[in-house]
């Protein structure tokens, strides 16, 4: 079974830094994409930034010039560093990859549990 496990999440003050981390494991054949998601009470989940197995790399204009993603694909695993941090960024943050599995062969989404990320004064 393939799983993918966050942590990193907590709470910080505007203009604090968090990284976050995501570790997939399981039978992988491939990981395709990965990416970062938030989710706020009550609003749609909403893409972050992403990250491809060519590391070209997408993010939200929100978070332009101040989130970075990138990847360590001998761990499989995707980090989130973000700055200068504020309050409308608090949400949990799901952990989503593209990717294949070894047993079967299919190819689909999966996502982590989520970690909360609280931007406070």
């Known amino acids: 079974q393939v799983q993918l496990v966050e942590s990193g999440g907590g709470l910080v003050q505007p203009g604090g830094s968090l990284r976050l981390s995501c570790a997939a494991s399981g039978s992988i054949l491939r990981i395709y994409a990965m990416g970062w998601y938030r989710q706020a009470p009550g609003k749609q989940r909403e893409l972050v930034a992403a990250i491809s197995s060519a590391d070209s790399t997408n993010y939200a204009d929100s978070v332009k010039g101040r989130f970075t993603i990138s990847r360590d694909n001998a761990k499989n695993t995707v980090y989130l560093q973000m700055n200068s941090l504020k309050p409308e960024d608090t949400a949990v943050y799901y952990c989503?990859?593209?990717?294949?599995?070894?047993?079967?062969?299919?190819?689909?989404?999966?996502w982590g549990q989520g970690t909360q990320v609280t931007v406070s004064s």
């Open positions: 989503n990859a593209d990717l294949r599995r070894v047993i079967g062969g299919r190819r689909g989404d999966y």
